[in-house]
């Protein structure tokens, strides 16, 4: 499955499976809540990592769930520079959530971890410009995992890489000290 329709489908499914209006076509307060610190964390990236926003998301069943930011990042990434991008994004992300006082009442567990976060961000490669041979198309964060993605071959995404976000918090601390 190309990009393009991967992201078609998710905002699809974003779009259509995550709209919940009451009998006066409002968003419930916890909904605006919720995507105002989506889209304020999307902007922060924006202007910290020159990520840009592509979709929204979450799950609302009994309080809210999750919550999921897709974005798209338009330089070339290795591992090593997707997991400091994604354990960025995914630390802003959590600590715009849990000290956000307005929201608590709504979430369902409270503080918000790793598993209760979703960043998808694609990467706009132009594989002539690429050092390597395998550039990564997409840094997936769900359910406390990272995942690297490339195409493979036949254009279908592949994993190369997998690791828990307590292991890749870890390794990104590690560099830090080492300056």
């Known amino acids: 499955m190309n990009l393009s329709v991967l992201k078609f489908v998710i905002a699809i ?8 209006v009451n009998q006066n076509n409002e968003i419930p307060k916890n909904e605006r809540i919720q995507h105002r610190i989506i889209f304020d964390t999307a902007n922060q990236l924006k ?4 990520l840009h926003f592509s979709g ?19 330089s070339p990434l290795d591992i090593a520079s997707a997991r400091r991008l994604i354990i960025y994004s995914g630390d ?6 849990n000290t956000d006082k307005e929201i608590r009442p709504y979430l ?7 598993k209760n976060i979703d960043i998808f ?14 550039p990564l198309e997409s840094i997936m964060l769900s359910y406390g995992t990272i995942r690297y993605l490339i ?13 828990s976000y307590e292991e890749a918090l870890k390794i990104v601390q590690e560099e830090k000290k080492k300056g």
């Open 13 to 20: 499914s974003l779009l259509f499976g995550c709209k919940n």
């Open 108 to 114: 369902y567990q409270y503080p918000f971890t790793s």
């Open 121 to 134: 961000i694609s990467v706009q490669n132009d594989k002539s410009n690429m050092p390597t041979k395998e």
């Open 92 to 97: 802003l992300f959590l600590k715009n959530i």
């Open 56 to 74: 929204i998301g979450g799950s609302n069943i009994d309080g809210i769930r999750m919550m999921h930011l897709s974005l798209d990042y338009d």
């Open 151 to 163: 195409y493979d071959e036949n254009e279908n995404l592949k994993e190369i890489h997998r690791e």
């Open 47 to 50: 202007k910290e990592k020159k």
